[in-house]
């Protein structure tokens, strides 16, 4: 169940006017027929109470949405009770909701009624509007501030006692839909949130147990772009919508955000509040690559919870984030890929630092780990056609292979001891030299260790390390590195044509 369900099922089903023949404007019935058609051609059924037509303004009540469960047998219907689509007289259509719009979702199962929903939205100022013709139009919606709340759920008979509500400050959006003529579909679209907050809360039916969340986001932004060819029972194949032109690539963002958590079940309890400065997601999905982006800054968490042993924990950070981008189209040539995560500027409250080293040796700097690789491979076969993914499993051949491997940064960060590096490898698919059908790397990694026999120092005093591995790691130190100043030390890790493993150039294999 989605906070825009309703907005959805408009815009999404406005979105195939782009299947009608081509006409000079859109009119109220176009539009429906439109959205009828849509969810139709995927599988949805539809059906509606009743339509008034007059003067120009397409009154439509009891419009129920049912999407099949697959492999099941059930179903989740959603009830529309009323909207409304107007002629403005200049080949636009205006969307009309009430100011108060319920919607009723139910899920069933053999028949019977396994949850009940009802859903409310209140809009202030809601303004949408349908304009262009049918190959090329947008939709523009806005409004001063809407709320959904779920005013009742019952689940199996038993009523929920519960609160979950969504509210949304100004908002605006806009999506551009067009149509070529070999039936394929472009989205763009774009909105802005002023602010959001949101606020939960459930309780155990005859019982104790609670959980309960409010959180606030604000400045969100998104951009996304969605291309497809439209192909029967969707619904059924969703693998179909993998072929001609396939994309999505979207962004979303957010700034200051909030949120507080708690939960009671059984013995447990769990507390937990936290901020954010900001915070990204962007993502690329298309029959050539799919690429990942999130990261988050300036987290503050702070936890409390029955399962641990002090009152609470708190922890922050500075930065953290995951991002890659792997090929997926068969090439004659290499393609590019990358892939790093980092966390920086990690500290924890002194809390936990007093379990391990209460005499604070140890210094309490931030702490980061960070690696960014990049390179390239060679694809073998089309990772995104629909028959490549269902039989990827019985392959008997990876589906590319490694052709370079970048090491851009590698950094380790804590207690006062440093570790960074960089370095780079080919891989030569000529060299006789294999392991598990790759060959050998050539090439060279750099390393550089400041402050770490320091570091093991204060961890063996304090216990954390054996007084034996401690002398292994020296000893392991002093074979493959060199010290290059106080507590300083570096390497030179080459790999050879030949197989040859040399450590500052001496062969260590």
């Known amino acids: 169940m989605r906070t825009g369900f309703y907005s959805s099922i408009l815009a999404g089903g406005l979105s195939v006017a ?103 939205y209140d809009s202030v100022n809601f303004e949408g509007l349908v304009s262009g013709d049918a190959d090329d139009f947008r939709i523009n919606t806005t409004f001063d501030s809407m709320s ?69 986001m604000a400045d969100i932004a998104s951009s996304g772009a969605v291309a497809f060819t439209m192909a029967e029972n969707l619904a059924e194949n969703p693998l179909a919508l993998l072929t001609g032109g396939f994309l999505v690539d979207g962004v979303f963002q957010y700034g200051a955000s909030n949120i507080d958590v708690s939960l009671s079940a059984d013995d447990t309890q769990f507390a937990m509040t936290g901020s954010s400065t900001g915070g990204l997601l962007d993502v690329i999905v298309s029959p050539e690559l799919i690429a990942y982006e999130v990261s988050q800054t300036g987290v503050d ?84 056609d629909p028959e490549t993914l269902e039989n990827i499993d019985q392959m008997d051949a990876p589906p590319m292979l490694p052709m370079s491997l970048d090491l851009n940064e590698l950094l380790v960060s804590f207690g006062g001891a440093n570790l960074d590096g960089d370095g780079s490898v080919v891989f030569n698919f000529e060299n006789p030299v294999m392991v598990g059908g790759v060959p050998l790397p050539i090439g060279e990694v750099n390393l550089s260790l400041k402050g770490g026999f320091g570091l093991m120092d204060k961890l063996m005093a304090i216990g954390l390390i054996p007084e034996d591995a401690s002398m292994g790691i020296r000893a392991m130190l002093g074979a493959f590195a060199k010290p290059v100043g106080e507590d300083h030390f570096e390497t030179k890790i080459e790999m050879t044509a030949e197989g040859a493993i040399l450590a500052n150039g001496q062969r260590i294999q």
């Open 148 to 216: 959904m709340k779920v005013d009742s759920l019952t689940v199996k008979g038993t009523s929920i006692p519960m609160t979950f509500a969504v509210s949304f400050g100004q908002t605006g959006s806009e999506y551009a839909i067009k149509k070529s003529d070999d039936d394929q579909r472009e989205i763009d679209s774009v909105f802005e949130v002023e602010d959001l907050a949101i606020v939960v809360n459930v309780k155990e039916p005859g019982g104790e147990g609670f959980f309960s969340m409010t959180g606030d």
């Open 18 to 120: 782009a299947s009608l023949p081509a006409f000079a404007d859109i009119t109220a019935q176009e539009v429906l027929d439109s959205i009828l058609g849509y969810y139709e051609s995927v599988g949805y059924n539809v059906s509606i109470g009743s339509e008034d037509m007059s003067g120009g303004f397409l009154t439509v009540k009891d419009m129920v949405v049912t999407m099949q469960i697959p492999e099941e047998d059930g179903e989740i219907s959603v009830l529309i009770e009323s909207f409304a689509l107007k002629e403005t007289g200049g080949g636009e259509v205006s969307i009309e909701i009430p100011s108060s719009m319920p919607l009723t979702v139910k899920a069933t199962e053999d028949g019977e009624d396994q949850a009940v929903g009802i859903i409310n």
């Open 301 to 384: 968490l702070t936890m409390s919870s029955s399962e641990i042993p002090f009152p609470s924990v708190k922890l922050n950070y500075d930065e953290i984030g995951i991002a890659f981008s792997v090929p997926l189209a068969k090439s004659d040539e290499p393609s590019d890929f990358f892939a790093k995560t980092a966390i920086r500027g990690l500290s924890v409250s002194e809390a936990i630092w007093s379990m391990i080293d209460p005499g604070q040796s140890i210094p309490r700097d931030p702490a980061t780990v960070a690696i960014d690789l990049s390179g390239k491979v060679q694809v073998l076969v089309d990772l995104m």
